[in-house]
C-alpha cells in the first residue's frame, strides 16, 4: 500500500524559510513524478512545483518560481520542497502527490493526473 507523509509544517514569521518533506512509502521511487500542491481557506488547489523520479527534470509554477524549490533523495524515498522569503499569502495546507505513470513530456500539473496523496502538512505565515 502506497503512503504519502508530509512533514515540517508550522507557523513561521514572513520572510522566514521552511522545508517541507514528503515520505513515500509501499513502493520504491524508481519511476514517475512527484508534486507538491498548496490549498489555502476558500481557494482552490494549486500547484506548485514537480520533479521527475530521477531528478532530472523540475518545473515550478510562476508564482513560485525563485521563492521555492523542489528535489528528491532517491535513497531515502523522499522528495522536499524547499520555501523562501515566505509571506503571509503562502499560508495554506501543502499537499504532496506521486503520478508514478508518468515516463516523459511535461511533468504532470494538473492534480488529476496524481494517484496519490498525502495527508497535508498547514504552513501558517505570519506576517
Known amino acids: 500500500q502506497v503512503q504519502l507523509v508530509e512533514t515540517g509544517g508550522g507557523p513561521v514569521q514572513s520572510g522566514d524559510s521552511l522545508r517541507l518533506s514528503c515520505f513515500v512509502s509501499g513502493r520504491a521511487f524508481n519511476a514517475g513524478a512527484m508534486g507538491w500542491f498548496r490549498q489555502a481557506p476558500g481557494k482552490e488547489r494549486e500547484f506548485l512545483a514537480a520533479i521527475s523520479y530521477s531528478g532530472a527534470i523540475k518545473y515550478r509554477a510562476d508564482s513560485v518560481k525563485g521563492r521555492f524549490d523542489i528535489s528528491k533523495d532517491n535513497t531515502k524515498n523522499t522528495v522536499y520542497l524547499q520555501m523562501n522569503s515566505l509571506k503571509s499569502e503562502d499560508t495554506a495546507v501543502y499537499y504532496c502527490?506521486?503520478?508514478?505513470?508518468?515516463?516523459?513530456?511535461?511533468?504532470?500539473?494538473?492534480?488529476?493526473?496524481?494517484?496519490?496523496w498525502g495527508q497535508g502538512t498547514q504552513v501558517t505565515v505570519a506576517s
Open positions: 502527490a506521486a503520478d508514478f505513470e508518468w515516463r516523459h513530456g511535461a511533468l504532470p500539473r494538473s492534480d488529476d493526473l496524481y494517484d496519490y
